[in-house]
């Protein structure tokens, strides 16, 4: 993915429990009353997984709030929501969740030309002593940034 796109809602658990090795852009289908939620920042990815089923990609578990101003209009909340992707893409995707240790998961729901568009991620799951190398890694990098600020003053 090329552009930056500022991200309606962001999956920040993914990259601590993950290792992401390949990111993909999705469309998704939605709802009226799903879209106006996104756009007011009303979903989470926190348990959300996409799975291959019968050669289409659902995106399951994804949380989107009911819109305030939907009344009986509104959406169900924990509905699965099925994803747009080319067939060579979801076929490449089967073969990938059916290697042992990785999964499929959401890293992120943005705006893209108008559009609500979910990148979603090939992943391994880590370990605990990866987490605690990664976590050992950022504060080093925060020490030595914070040694440096110092010495220019």
């Known amino acids: 993915m ?3 796109h500022a991200d309606l809602v962001s999956n920040r658990r993914a990259t601590h ?14 709802q009226g009353t799903e ?5 007011d920042h009303g979903a989470t990815l926190q348990d959300a997984y996409v799975k291959v089923l019968d050669s289409e990609l ?4 994804c949380n989107i ?10 959406h169900e909340e924990k509905r699965d929501r099925k994803l ?3 067939k060579r893409e979801i076929r490449r995707f089967k073969v990938a969740s059916q290697e042992k240790g990785l999964t499929l998961i959401p890293l992120a729901l943005y705006l893209k030309h108008g559009r609500i568009k979910v990148r979603i991620a090939i992943a391994k799951g880590k370990k605990t ?10 504060d080093d990098k925060r020490r030595i940034q914070q040694a440096i600020k110092q010495q220019q003053y």
């Open 35 to 39: 879209i106006k939620s996104i756009r």
């Open 84 to 86: 747009l992707m080319h």
């Open 58 to 61: 659902w995106l399951i578990g």
């Open 17 to 30: 429990d993950y290792e992401i090795l390949e990111t993909f852009e999705a469309g998704i289908v939605l």
């Open 2 to 4: 090329n552009e930056k």
């Open 65 to 74: 709030a009911p819109y305030r101003f939907g009344n009986i209009y509104n």
């Open 129 to 138: 002593v990866d987490k605690r190398a990664d976590i050992k890694e950022r």
